[in-house]
């Protein structure tokens, strides 16, 4: 007999390898239409590139890659979010509207915060100069 959880997710307590697989379809769709998360990941490549240049310390390098990768992840959360509340109300709806905006903005906050820390970087390389 199935118990609640079970009839509730089968995708609930999977190996991780299984979880893994799921998670890099859900990069994998989403890379492929995307387009902003394109940008972002060639912004992120540049981003890396900059710090392997740069060679800031090993705090920076932490700041700008924990910032960076929460850009990705608002927009990973923001694509699912936008799938999500189309796939349940295909017309327009001005809930949705404000569902899907509130996404958007959760990635423009993150983009922000990427670049504050980006600036702080900048003065902190030009102040060491």
Do not use: Y
């Not at 404000?98 to 702080?120: E, S």
């Amino acid at each position: 007999m199935q118990t609640t959880q079970e009839l509730a997710s089968p995708h609930k307590n999977r190996s991780f390898p299984q979880r893994l697989r799921w998670a890099l379809a859900g990069v994998r769709h989403a890379v492929r239409s995307e387009h902003s998360l394109k940008l972002q990941l060639v912004i992120f490549s540049g981003v890396v590139i900059t710090l392997l240049v740069l060679r800031p310390s090993a705090a920076w390098w932490g700041l700008v890659l924990l910032a960076s990768t929460g850009v990705i992840s608002a927009e990973l959360i923001n694509t699912a979010v936008e799938h999500l509340a189309d796939h349940l109300h295909p017309a327009l709806h001005p809930q949705i509207r404000i569902v899907k905006d509130c996404a958007a903005a959760a990635v423009l906050v993150a983009v922000l915060g990427a670049l504050a820390v980006a600036g702080a970087l900048a003065a902190h390389l030009l102040w060491r100069w």
